[in-house]
């Protein structure tokens, strides 16, 4: 009688969906990921507040694109190190300052500042609302990797052609793409980190300040479009 309810509960147990449970480890990067990215979201909008006040010029593609993967080398080598705190804030800070003259177009103009608090206003639902979904369904997502991969490579080219080429409807498709893309990359980071995947507070933040970053910028552009029509 035993053997038999032990076989049964035992195929009852088996039968029932797995969950997982966030253990301390992965509780830990999490809390340090979300601590060090609101503080890194926070210095950044100093940082591009005085740029647009104080009226920086954009530097332009070059130096952007030396300045960001300049710093991410780094933050990727010292990532074990204290330092790399440091050089995580050098890096948001640097993209806040990019960001600003790139605000103050919109803001100058007609219904500017409604664009960029819609973008904002967007940005932050959509990523509360991703964050939300994957620390609740605590669903694996690291199948999405390659696919966000790829694409965020081939959208970065394609976007390097539409500037070069001057070609707007490009721009704006690529704009549309880089959102969805964005979407899934905040999905998989968050997924990766509680299900144990990413163990390095410091990658983790980059990773997801560099998403609402771009998600931010691709939904001004998007909103600025349409605000013009």
Do not use: W
Request: hydrophobic share 50%; glycine share 10%; aromatic share 12%.
């Amino acid at each position: 009688m035993n053997d038999r309810y032990n076989a049964y509960r035992s195929n009852s147990l088996r039968s029932q969906p797995a969950t997982t449970v966030i253990d301390g480890a992965a509780h830990r990067v999490l809390r340090n990921t979300y601590m060090l990215l609101s503080l890194c979201l926070g210095f950044a909008a100093l940082t591009a507040g005085a740029s647009a006040s104080m009226g920086l010029p954009s530097p332009g593609i070059i130096i952007t694109l030396a300045g960001y993967f300049g710093l991410l080398f780094f933050i990727t080598k010292y990532r074990d190190r204290g330092i790399a705190v440091a050089l995580v804030f050098a890096l948001t800070g640097f993209m806040g300052y990019t960001l600003g003259p790139v605000i103050s177009h919109y803001l100058n103009m007609p219904g500017g500042t409604q664009t960029v608090m819609t973008a904002l206003g967007g940005t932050a639902a959509i990523f509360m609302g991703l964050s939300a979904y994957a620390l609740v369904s605590k669903r694996d997502l690291s199948f999405m990797g390659g696919f966000l991969t790829a694409g965020i490579l081939v959208a970065f080219l394609a976007a390097l052609a539409a500037m070069f080429y001057n070609i707007p409807a490009l721009s704006l498709t690529i704009s549309a793409v880089f959102v969805l893309l964005m979407s899934g990359l905040i999905l998989y980071e968050t997924s990766n980190i509680v299900n144990g995947g990413e163990t390095n507070y410091v990658m983790a933040t980059v990773t997801l300040f560099v998403s609402i970053f771009n998600l931010f910028t691709s939904l001004l552009q998007l909103l600025g479009f349409a605000s013009n029509d």
